[in-house]
């Protein structure tokens, strides 16, 4: 089974320090965070950033599309993917890279991420997991890469998630943790998938989580939680 910490820091640090930056990723190692969760999308001309949403309106105040600017264009907070990589690599982090493509570049954006981690990530650092709402994306990865692992997305677990996981090749689940309920969670485990949980800040639910079998907790958050856990 794909072995993942207890506890990832969501977008780094994301209740201290603005999400998807480089100050995001090294306050949750400070909060004792050894992994973290970022997003990774395209740029107009191709470069791989660190990026949640397709508009820079909400993190940035640049009411732009990031699909619509390139590199150069970008804020100076907004790190490329190589600029993270070189980042965890000083801190000593994992990585949960979550492909999160504009519209209508599912597979793209899932080749050049793992064209990126091929190239850049540091062989001293455990190897990521990819991870994406989008099955294309994790299709297209693992054809592209598949030495790297991948968990999908499901924001609501269905019926049919052991069909889209299989038809993916993921080996892990990753779950709204507010939404999942204890005979998913265990359906889950028993298939051999690492569960994985967002986005949960509350020590209590963390620890209820745990307790129906989930591996890992994402969290904004990763000192409050760690420090239930433990």
Known sequence: MLQLPKVIGHRGAAAYAPENT????????RRGATWVEIDVKLTRDGVPIVMHD???????????LVAEMSRAELPADVPT???AIACFAELGLGCNVEIKPCEGREQETAR????T????????????????FKDASLEA??????????????????DNWRTRTDAVGAVGVNTSGKRLTAPR??????????????????????KALVGMGVHCI?????DVILAALN
Not at 22 to 29: I, Q, V, W, Y
Not at 218 to 222: G, R, S
């Open 54 to 64: 397709a508009s820079l309106k909400r993190t940035m105040g640049i009411d732009r």
């Open 22 to 29: 480089l100050a995001s990723f090294r306050e949750a190692r």
């Open 185 to 206: 969670a265990v359906e889950i485990r028993a298939a051999g998938f690492a569960l994985s949980v967002y986005t949960i800040n509350d020590g209590a639910i963390a």
């Open 218 to 222: 994402i969290t904004d958050a990763p």
């Open 112 to 115: 050049v991420t793992v064209e």
């Open 81 to 83: 993917f190589e600029e």
């Open 141 to 158: 990865a693992r054809e592209a890469a598949p030495e790297f692992a991948r968990a999908i997305l499901l924001d609501d677990i269905q």
């Open 117 to 132: 981690l091929r190239r850049a990530w540091p062989a001293r650092l455990p190897p990521p997991l990819l991870s994406s």
